[in-house]
């Protein structure tokens, strides 16, 4: 059974293919990163000392869902570059090959 999926992963370039990989290993890596920050807030102890007078400790223990969120991007931006930054660089040259594409038989004409 052939699912039209993998039909149309077939008929992408190499740089499509590339960008894809690269797309599910930065998606993989933010929902791991995220999942560790969380893990690590959740087990901090809400009567420790840190918990209860620092103040960014305090917003880390009692909001540690939406405080992991601002940790995970900086964790992306800080040690995700190697991968964000050649995934960006192949959408950009996959945009621009789309809008060539596209523009190329639309020429305007008139004068």
Known sequence: MKLPIFQKFRSYS????????????????????????????????????????????????HHPYSSSISWTIAYVVLFGWPLTFPWIIIGLLLARRRYMRSSHGQRNTSS
Request: hydrophobic share 55%.
């Open 14 to 61: 190499r740089l499509g293919k590339v960008f894809f990989g690269l797309s599910a290993a930065i998606v993989l890596l933010v929902l791991a990163i995220y999942l560790w920050n969380v893990l690590q807030a959740l087990h901090m102890d809400p009567h420790s000392y840190n918990c209860v007078n620092d103040s960014m400790m305090k917003y880390i223990c």
